[in-house]
């Protein structure tokens, strides 16, 4: 593999909706580039990027693939992102890594929600971005019809350097408005067009189109107007500069247009990648720290050596593999370097490109270029790899947490034993799962971003690790509370001979502000109750709380004062007053009027704006409250929160409702009180539970 320096590299991310063509058009950027001998097809289950498995199986890209190609004497590092909303967090975690974002549209269908999504990723990261029409072989397709949808999601600055030569299966060409040039391809061919004139028919159009991005071009640079002024157009070499600046500067998207399937438009498109995106060191420093202060590292062989790792695969014969990108340095072969997180040192043996599941081997990579290496002992997504004398530390990617839970359990003795340990590999390469055991149900949860989601996660476990477990619903994490006051005694007495059991305890039982959890104050004066008895009264009423009163749910939010109380000078002793604590809690629960709290969820929904009334009322539905609304281009943001209970099958009827093409988050936020009618049947089914279990174990 030809090394190549920092000057020389692009670094683009392929992003956008789901079935939008992405992995077929870098598997036609590889094939035109040389990089492949054959062009691999999405539907034949064996892309370069898409290798995982279940990619294969269902057809989507889950996970993000890298290759890279040769063109113009440039290196090209394709990063092929996921574009269905439950994956879209990988997409977001590797875009930090990518100088540049293509974003892919569907020629059929236009901007869709994911299409939105990917490009507010791109903002954040301030990347130069261009946007490609794809699919316009399709039926149905239609350039002008997609151009709409785009400009009116992203504005006039999306403009376009290329207009379609025919429609839907006639769709043979394209027009380059820069170059004023048309290309011609042969269907299936091997990407690179035949140049000419461009057709009489769109000879006008073509004219009409060059003027508006020449314009456009000009508008930004001084010189460039007053020679567009004075002219009235511009030479080709002034145009290219003048976009190739405008690009860097957010100022111009470009439109550019092709099919991936046929392998129409491909070579304009290398072109285009490594004539007008940026390079890495053009992009500007990078943001870290060092030894706990702010500051910042150029993108320069010269620098310090250092890597930013941006993702971690979990191979189960190569073990873990993390892709890098070099941000400063030169990395070689067999470097040793420090993970600021841990201190821990890292020997970087067996470097390589990233072909896919492969990693064709290099003896070192300048910086800005991106790179795998297999078996550190304990790097993670996220972490940084630096000179030990200049440990710098860049900032990793917020990710939101998991929309949805669900419970996860083995199905035999041998499988729980190897669950734990499976799990976690899976979460090293997976960042947007979280598992945990929720200290209330006493059930392990594996949280997602949908239920998709999860059970690809346990399809993974069963064919890579062999551990076969099932996802069920969570039991729903209810509180118990109160809203009333009481005062009551306590009192314990038991003579059984010899030595007797006395404790004497008066509390007053009071609510809390929501989150107040527990108080507890000591008000005896006098030395009716000794001062060692007192942590035995608060230990008794806290364990009595744990265990419910209403529905065996944990009692929260309340305080308890002991005031008063009497004890005996030999029988009385700390069992004896925290028997007393805890008939005293009981006994004031009854009259503190009880009452249950559930966990509500902050729920945030995108849309297409046509399905903003249905979700409404279906929200609603659910006993939840919209909070806010937001209408960004032709998605429809709603804010609501809502109870958790009723939130547990949403994802499935959200894309039911919305054909797939809306996406949520959802994150808790607070307890809140459960209505009467809903608490009469949590409690009623409670007991009829503990009952069921009462009597198996009889």
């Known amino acids: 593999m030809k090394l190549y320096e920092t000057k020389d590299i692009r670094n683009v991310a392929l992003a956008g909706h789901g079935h939008s063509g992405k992995t077929s058009l870098a598997a036609a950027m590889l094939f035109a580039a040389g990089a492949t001998s054959r062009f691999t097809r999405v539907d034949e289950g064996n892309t370069i990027t898409d290798f995982d498995d279940e990619e294969i199986q269902r057809k989507i890209t889950i996970s993000t693939g890298v290759a890279s190609a040769e063109w113009a004497k440039k290196k090209i590092n394709i990063l092929d992102t996921p574009g269905f909303n439950i994956f879209i967090n990988d997409t977001k975690a590797s875009m930090i890594a990518a100088d540049a974002a293509l974003i892919v549209v569907d020629g059929v269908g236009g901007v869709a929600v994911q299409t939105e999504k990917v490009w507010t990723f791109a903002e954040e990261f301030k990347l130069p ?100 002024f004075a002219t009235g157009t511009l030479p080709v070499e002034h145009i290219n500069d003048g976009l190739r600046e405008a690009i860097h500067q957010l100022r111009i998207f470009p439109v550019l247009c092709a099919s991936a399937l046929h392998n129409i438009g491909t070579d304009l498109l290398l072109d285009f990648v490594a004539q007008h995106f940026p390079n890495p060191a053009e992009r500007g420093p990078w943001s870290g720290t060092l030894n706990g202060a702010d500051t910042q590292r150029c993108v320069k062989d010269s620098e310090p050596v250092s890597a930013f790792v941006f993702k971690t695969i979990a191979d189960p014969f190569a073990g873990r593999v993390s892709y890098f990108k070099v941000i400063s340095g030169v990395l070689r072969n067999d470097a040793n370097l420090t993970n600021p997180r841990n201190n821990s040192a890292e020997r970087l043996s067996h470097l390589g490109t990233i072909a896919g599941k492969t990693l064709p081997a290099v003896t070192e990579l300048h910086a800005g270029d991106i790179g795998g290496v297999a078996k550190l002992k304990d790097v993670l997504t996220g972490d940084t790899l630096s000179e030990k004398n200049s440990p710098i ?13 669900y419970a996860i359990a083995a199905k035999t003795r041998n499988d729980e034993d190897r669950m734990g340990n499976a799990v976690h590999k899976i979460l090293e390469e997976d960042q947007s799962l979280r598992f945990y055991r929720d200290p209330q149900t006493k059930e392990f949860l594996l949280a997602g971003a949908g239920q998709q989601h999860l059970e690809i996660i346990v399809s993974r476990l069963k064919k890579r690790y062999h551990v076969d477990v099932e996802l069920h619903s969570p039991k729903i994490p209810y509180r118990e509370t109160i809203r009333g006051k009481a005062e009551v005694q306590g009192r314990h007495k038991k003579q059984t001979g010899g030595h007797g059991q006395f404790g004497d305890c008066w509390i007053r039982l009071e609510p809390l502000p929501r989150g107040g959890k527990f108080a507890f104050a000591n008000e005896v004066f006098g030395g009716a109750i000794p001062k060692n008895f007192i942590p035995a009264i608060e230990k008794g009423i806290v364990e009595t709380a744990e265990r419910g009163f209403l529905a065996g749910f944990p009692v929260v939010d309340f305080k308890v004062t002991v005031y008063d109380g009497s004890y005996h000078d030999v029988d009385s002793s700390e069992m004896s007053f925290k028997m007393a604590a805890r008939k005293a809690f009981k006994a004031a629960m009854e009259t503190a009027k009880p009452t249950l709290l559930e966990p509500v969820m902050h729920v945030e929904v995108q849309a297409p704006v046509e399905f903003a009334g249905d979700l409404m009322g279906d929200m609603n539905g659910r006993r939840g409250r919209i909070s806010g609304m937001e209408t960004k281009g032709s998605t429809q943001v709603i804010r609501a929160q809502a109870p958790m209970a009723e939130m547990l099958n949403y994802q499935n009827d959200l894309i039911s409702m919305t054909q797939g093409r809306a996406s949520f988050t959802m994150e808790f936020d607070h307890y809140d009180f459960v209505p009467a009618l809903q608490a009469e049947k949590i409690v009623a089914a409670a007991k009829a539970s503990k009952t069921g279990e009462e009597e198996e174990e009889e």
Do not use: C, W
Not at 393 to 405: C, G, M, N, R
């Open 129 to 228: 971005r261009a946007i490609l029409i794809n699919k316009l072989d399709r039926e149905h397709s239609g350039f002008a019809r997609t151009l709409e949808s785009v400009q009116g999601a992203f504005g006039r600055a999306a403009v376009p350097i290329h207009l379609p030569i025919g429609e839907e299966k006639d769709f043979k060409g394209i027009v380059d408005l820069v170059r004023m040039k048309a290309y011609t391809y042969t269907p299936d061919g091997d990407g690179r067009g035949k140049e000419g004139d461009i057709p009489d028919d769109l000879a006008e159009a073509a004219k009409k189109a060059h003027e508006v991005l020449v314009e456009l071009v000009a508008e930004g640079n001084d010189a460039l107007l007053e020679e567009f």
């Open 393 to 405: 530390a860049y900032t990793a990617v917020h990710l939101p947490e998991p929309s949805i839970a």
